[in-house]
């Protein structure tokens, strides 16, 4: 089983250097529910707003039990950069009078601290993954469509933006029902639904099946990452930490792969050569997507050598932290080259994938 699975897995694998990725906005604000504007009750929620920022940006899954993350979370209020609550009482309001409460954080503060601790956080861009979910209710199994699945869709809508992780949810039209059915998803040979998720070019695939039961939701995942699969089960629970137990499991995997040291964070410069530059257009999105990736802090066009275009880039990271981020968008495709320098990276420009210009 396993062979036939890594046969075929290296469709994923072979776009860990291209696959596109996303700015998520937003990593350090959130916005929690406080039981009241009392003091002690301002300070429970702002220590729960921290623990989210903490869960969507640090690497892993055993910082909480950091000494200092701990002490962070005791006096989360000195990392606190602006707070506004809710002009109205939440729906769920009670006498205490129970308001929404935004909380900023001081990303600068925090990037310290987890620089002082050596922990790896995971920058702002990220590979969407492609999520394949069976819904199992009132005895039908069927594809989850969000038109028709509103709380479904919107608990994953909560979930995915609690963990700043991106989805793409396949099309489903007439034609790709045609190409997959639900068994292929739940089936415990995934050949056929890896070969139809090829064409999303995304390098991370979840399948998921979500069944309605009498106690409540229950669910099983199947992620499909970095050659290799990893299968996870929740009992049953509410909808939203049925939810949440699936995009947790991809969080903590993707966050371990692609998490950097806020130690590399240092001003570095880099050459890159790009080929296949065609015209205006073609050299307008080069430096758009460069200008737009976290670990770069300035872009400078130097001309053209031997039909390559050149690009100086002073860095905020090292060239290792640069190589991982620029490796996850599907914008330029790493080149190999015969005795190049330390300082000089090759890449190829991708052409636009017309799939992924409709999705988008």
Same mark, same amino acid.
Do not use: C
């Given at each position: 089983?396993?062979?036939?699975?890594?046969?075929?897995?290296?469709?994923?694998?072979?776009?860990?250097?291209?696959?596109?990725?996303?700015?998520?906005?937003?990593?350090?604000?959130?916005?929690?529910?406080?039981?009241?504007?009392?003091?002690?009750?301002?300070?429970?929620?702002?220590?729960?707003?921290?623990?989210?920022?903490?869960?969507?940006?640090?690497?892993?899954?055993?910082?909480?039990?950091?000494?200092?993350?701990?002490?962070?979370?005791?006096?989360?209020?000195?990392?606190?950069?602006?707070?506004?609550?809710?002009?109205?009482?939440?729906?769920?309001?009670?006498?205490?009078?129970?308001?929404?409460?935004?909380?900023?954080?001081?990303?600068?503060?925090?990037?310290?601290?987890?620089?002082?601790?050596?922990?790896?956080?995971?920058?702002?861009?990220?590979?969407?993954?492609?999520?394949?979910?069976?819904?199992?209710?009132?005895?039908?199994?069927?594809?989850?469509?969000?038109?028709?699945?509103?709380?479904?869709?919107?608990?994953?809508?909560?979930?995915?933006?609690?963990?700043?992780?991106? =989805?793409?949810?396949?099309? =489903?039209?007439?034609?790709?029902?045609?190409?997959?059915?639900?068994?292929?998803?739940?089936?415990?040979?995934?050949?056929?639904?890896?070969?139809?998720?090829?064409?999303?070019?995304?390098?991370?695939?979840?399948?998921?099946?979500?069944?309605?039961?009498?106690?409540?939701?229950?669910?099983?995942?199947?992620?499909?990452?970095?050659?290799?699969?990893?299968?996870?089960?929740?009992?049953?629970?509410?909808?939203?930490?049925?939810?949440?137990?699936?995009?947790?499991?991809?969080?903590?995997? =993707?966050?371990?792969?692609?998490?950097?040291?806020?130690?590399?964070?240092?001003?570095?410069?880099?050459?890159?050569?790009?080929?296949?530059?065609?015209?205006?257009?073609?050299?307008?999105?080069?430096?758009?997507?460069?200008?737009?990736?976290?670990?770069?802090?300035?872009?400078?066009?130097?001309?053209?050598?031997?039909?390559?275009?050149?690009?100086?880039?002073?860095?905020?990271?090292?060239?290792?932290?640069?190589?991982?981020?620029?490796?996850?968008?599907?914008?330029?495709?790493?080149?190999?080259?015969?005795?190049?320098?330390?300082?000089?990276?090759?890449?190829?420009?991708?052409?636009?994938?017309?799939?992924?210009?409709?999705?988008?």
């Amino acid at each position: 089983m396993r062979l036939i699975l890594l046969a075929f897995i290296v469709i994923l694998s072979a776009r860990h250097e291209t696959a596109l990725a996303f700015e998520v906005d937003g990593l350090y604000e959130t916005e929690v529910v406080a039981a009241s504007q009392s003091p002690q009750d301002q300070d429970a929620a702002i220590k729960q707003a921290l623990a989210v920022v903490l869960k969507r940006t640090l690497a892993g899954e055993d910082f909480l039990q950091d000494a200092a993350v701990r002490a962070a979370l005791a006096n989360a209020k000195t990392y606190v950069k602006q707070y506004q609550y809710a002009l109205q009482e939440t729906p769920a309001g009670n006498a205490r009078s129970a308001r929404n409460l935004r909380v900023l954080f001081n990303e600068q503060a925090l990037l310290e601290l987890m620089k002082a601790r050596q922990l790896k956080v995971w920058p702002d861009h990220r590979p969407e993954t492609l999520l394949w979910l069976v819904v199992d209710e009132e005895d039908q199994r069927v594809f989850f469509k969000p038109e028709a699945m509103p709380q479904i869709h919107w608990a994953i809508q909560q979930a995915s933006k609690q963990l700043g992780l991106p =989805l793409l949810m396949p099309l =489903l039209d007439l034609d790709e029902q045609r190409m997959i059915s639900v068994n292929d998803v739940l089936s415990a040979y995934p050949q056929h639904l890896l070969s139809v998720s090829g064409r999303y070019d995304v390098v991370s695939i979840l399948a998921g099946r979500l069944a309605k039961t009498d106690e409540g939701w229950k669910t099983d995942w199947a992620f499909y990452f970095d050659d290799n699969v990893e299968q996870w089960s929740s009992p049953s629970s509410t909808l939203n930490e049925a939810v949440v137990s699936g995009l947790h499991g991809v969080y903590q995997r =993707l966050s371990r792969y692609y998490g950097v040291a806020p130690s590399t964070f240092v001003a570095d410069t880099l050459t890159l050569k790009i080929a296949g530059v065609k015209d205006n257009a073609d050299q307008a999105r080069i430096m758009g997507y460069l200008k737009n990736l976290q670990a770069v802090k300035s872009v400078l066009w130097q001309g053209q050598d031997n039909g390559l275009e050149i690009y100086k880039l002073t860095l905020d990271g090292n060239r290792q932290a640069f190589e991982q981020t620029v490796g996850l968008g599907r914008v330029l495709n790493p080149r190999t080259m015969a005795n190049g320098l330390a300082s000089e990276l090759r890449y190829e420009l991708i052409p636009v994938n017309p799939l992924r210009a409709q999705l988008n």
